[in-house]
């Protein structure tokens, strides 16, 4: 959580900084600040709200100077004040620090520096930091970027945490100073100009060489070069990395918002994560990454999927899909509870861990806590650069390209098609024979042209959207694989338009919710043409008993919705095991265009952010 872009070199900071904070709002936005050294000192901006509040207090206030640190942030410890935005300053005021990530040991660490004569002026942890740095750079006996790298070095050793931060001090002008340790960062290279940058979006502008920083590393950025050692005093070695996508992929293009664009790119998407996957000469799926033979694979007799939010929703249709193809058991496993649970794994149970960002904090514990248990632990993640695409023993990648809205859509769908891919090359290997291989590629490759279609129905939904936009409560169900997709839906929906939701398997309406049922209130069935339709008709006639609204979502050409439901939204037919990739669209574009109705924030909803890098 929390956004960092830092830069150094001969042009202005500002703009690259404002521009670069814009770019990583989605990380946090309730505050914002900036340090700008002007050549003699730093100055210091700061604003509670938007990006663009801060830009109505730089113009109110300019500031101008080729080296600067700046900070987006998502509040963890203390409320959001103007005091407790970053950069935060040390005891002397001239050393100027913004942190991503949390201080664990900070109470402590704060009563102590209290007690030597510190006066804070924040509730935040990251003062502490700051108050740390700045007392041992003042004890060293010369003042130089070796002696500031030293001093970050003894305060680094003093903490628990994570931390992804930038220094500068006003005595060490031609310097910035940075370290990851749980939290993002990345070194952009360009001629004679430094950036750093919690994601690369912030800065793909500028430079698309880049250097992932790892765990433990500290980085001091001059405009002529840069130099890796870690927290232990040793020297780093690195690797430059070029950014695959450009600037423009990061940009809204035409859409109104990001989740728009997003919902909108998963044909391609979806495209994308077959790409190469499906081979037609064996009747299955490629997925070399997994780092594992057939032979390893055949013995694997239970899968645990661990995430977090969208990414767990994803993992629990991922459980039918498997199951449904390739006959092993799969459990799910919220990575919060997974990574304390202790839950017995034997010997032939294969875990992955799926995040779209690959730096959810309870995700990559769950990764470490099962790799330390000597598991082989594969990564589902579209970041490819990310802490859990690196640490963990294999895996796919999704290929969706950066998704920025703070709503998961497109993520969501390429991670439902590669655990389709996953069910294609585990049933492979046990009981599908190679013409039930040949049909299931036939039908996953037709998958994008049916996303394609089903976004279609975008203005339909929209008319939908407008006449129930201001009900207070919806129900969301299904059953079997479309449970998950219940689940997403109501999480879709209340993140952005702040509406309360929730999902349940349709047989569940009996046993409780049905008390729920109101004519304020609409409950949406996913009921497509499947074994379990009829099942769904009995739902749904119990709930129009009571006067309840009914929004369904079915399978094209049926009719027997249109009879009993108040709206219906058809979409294409495919195998019951794919149907959640289409049916899911219809939700994501209902959520949107509600939130849209209420005039919601939709790309940046309240209390959230996108990566949620503390615990
Ligand atoms: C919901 C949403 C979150 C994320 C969750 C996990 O729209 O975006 O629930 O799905 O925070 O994030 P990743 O997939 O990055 O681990």
């Known amino acids: 959580m929390c956004g960092i872009v830092a830069y150094i070199g001969h042009s202005n900071a500002l703009p690259v900084l404002m521009d670069g904070l814009r770019r990583l709002e ?28 801060l830009a109505e207090e730089i113009e109110r206030n300019p500031v101008s100077g080729s080296i600067g640190i700046s900070h987006t942030r998502w509040a963890t410890h203390g409320a959001v004040t103007r005091e407790n935005a970053h950069p935060h300053t040390d005891k002397s005021g001239r050393l100027h620090l913004v ?38 750079f003042d004890r060293a006996t010369s003042r130089n970027v070796a002696s500031l790298v030293e001093a970050l070095r003894q305060a680094l050793r003093q903490v628990v945490g994570t931390y992804g931060i930038s220094v500068v001090h006003a005595d060490v002008a031609d310097v910035i100073i940075g370290a990851r340790r749980g939290s993002p960062l990345v070194l952009g290279i360009g001629k004679n100009e430094h950036f750093l940058a919690s994601d690369v979006s912030a800065i793909v502008a500028y430079t698309r060489d880049v250097v992932y920083l790892n765990d433990y590393e500290i980085i001091a950025l001059q405009a002529e070069g840069f130099e890796i050692t870690t927290v232990s005093g040793n020297g780093a070695d690195y690797q430059v990395s070029k950014v695959e996508y450009s600037a423009d992929s990061v940009d809204k293009g035409h859409y109104p918002h990001y989740m728009l664009k997003e919902i909108h790119e998963q044909p391609n998407s979806v495209r994308d994560a077959l790409r190469g996957r499906l081979c037609l000469e064996e009747a299955t799926a490629k997925l070399g990454g997994l780092n594992m033979s057939n032979a390893d694979l055949r013995s694997v007799d239970r899968i645990v999927l661990v995430g977090c939010g969208t990414a767990f929703h994803a993992a629990l249709a991922g459980e039918y899909l498997i199951e449904s193809l390739a006959h092993i058991p799969v459990e799910c496993e919220f990575a919060s509870e997974f990574r304390y649970r202790n839950i017995p794994l034997d010997r032939d149970t294969l875990v992955f861990v799926v995040s779209q960002s690959g730096e959810t904090a ?22 490819v650069a990310s802490t859990i695409a690196r640490e963990s023993d294999g895996g796919v990648y999704m290929h969706a390209g950066p998704e920025i809205g703070v709503a998961a859509t497109k993520s969501f769908t390429s991670q439902l098609t590669i655990f389709a891919l996953l069910g294609l090359l585990l049933g492979r290997i046990r009981h599908l024979s190679h013409g ?50 219940a689940l997403e839906g109501a999480l879709k929906l209340k993140e952005i338009s702040y509406i309360s939701s929730s999902g349940y398997p349709s047989a569940e309406l009996k046993h409780g919710v049905i008390a729920l049922i109101t004519e304020e209130a609409p409950s949406i069935f996913i009921a497509p043409r499947d ?35 108040d709206d219906v939204i058809l979409i294409p037919d495919c195998p019951h ?39």
Do not use: W
């Open 436 to 485: 039930e291989g040949l049909e299931i590629i036939a039908s996953m490759e037709k998958l994008p042209d049916l996303v394609a279609r089903t976004l279609l129905l975008d203005a339909q939904i929209a008319a939908i959207a407008k006449k129930y936009a201001h009900s207070k409560s919806f129900l969301f169900m299904g059953r079997q694989a479309q449970f998950p997709i």
């Open 99 to 136: 942190h991503n990530g949390v201080i664990e040991n900070y109470q402590i660490l704060r009563d102590q520096l209290i007690e030597r004569g510190h006066v804070f002026h924040s509730q935040t942890d990251t003062e502490v930091l700051a108050h740390l740095v700045g007392e041992a």
């Open 531 to 565: 074994a379990v339709f009829e099942k769904n008709i009995s739902n749904i006639e119990e709930v129009k008993a009571r006067k309840g609204p009914v929004i369904a979502i079915g399978t094209e050409g049926d009719t027997a919705l249109a009879k009993i439901c």
């Open 577 to 615: 095991y794919l149907t959640p990739i289409l049916s899911v669209i219809p939700l994501q574009l209902l959520s949107y265009h509600i939130a849209v109705e209420l005039g919601c924030d939709v790309d940046k909803p309240r209390n959230l952010a996108k990566s949620v890098t503390v615990e």
């Open 26 to 53: 989605y990380r946090g936005y309730d505050s914002a600040g900036v340090a700008i050294f002007d050549g003699g000192q730093i100055h210091l901006r700061k604003s509670v709200g938007r990006i663009a509040n």
């Open 362 to 383: 309870d995700t990559l514990a769950a990764l470490r806590e099962s790799q330390r248990k000597g598991h082989r632990t594969l990564g589902i993640c579209n970041n």
